[in-house]
Nanobody
């Protein structure tokens, strides 16, 4: 079992920045991919970014160039640095972890573990 706890969400103005964190614990040795998803009210949960153990990254087009995903293995922590935030970035952001390396690029591959989510609100 892997536990994921997000933090760092909040209210920011458009154009501002925010950094999300995800603390992982438990049987993390089986994890090959960690990522961020988000879900706005009335919308499906969508992929945002992913990173492999080898530090390869993947982003949804709408955040590429603005968001940066990273990880600190020493602290078992995943980060999402969000810059140039837009109102459409408003959503609950979820940290996720996958055992299957294919989840890095193929979003049809399910993630195995999920955090509770942290709210990000971007005002105009």
């Amino acid at each position: 079992q892997v536990q994921l706890v997000e933090s760092g969400g909040g209210l920011v103005q458009a154009g501002g920045s925010l950094r999300l964190s995800c603390a992982a614990s438990g049987n993390i040795f089986s994890i090959n991919v960690m990522g961020w998803y988000r879900q706005a009210p009335g919308n499906q949960r969508e992929f945002v970014a992913a990173i492999t153990n080898g530090r390869n990254t993947n982003y949804v087009d709408s955040v590429r160039g603005r968001f940066t995903i990273s990880r600190d293995d020493a602290e078992d922590t995943l980060y999402l640095q969000m810059n140039s935030l837009k109102p459409e970035d408003t959503a609950v952001y979820y940290c996720a972890a996958a055992r299957d390396i294919e989840a890095y690029l193929d979003h049809r591959v399910p993630y195995d573990y999920w955090g509770q989510g942290t709210q990000v609100t971007v005002s105009s």
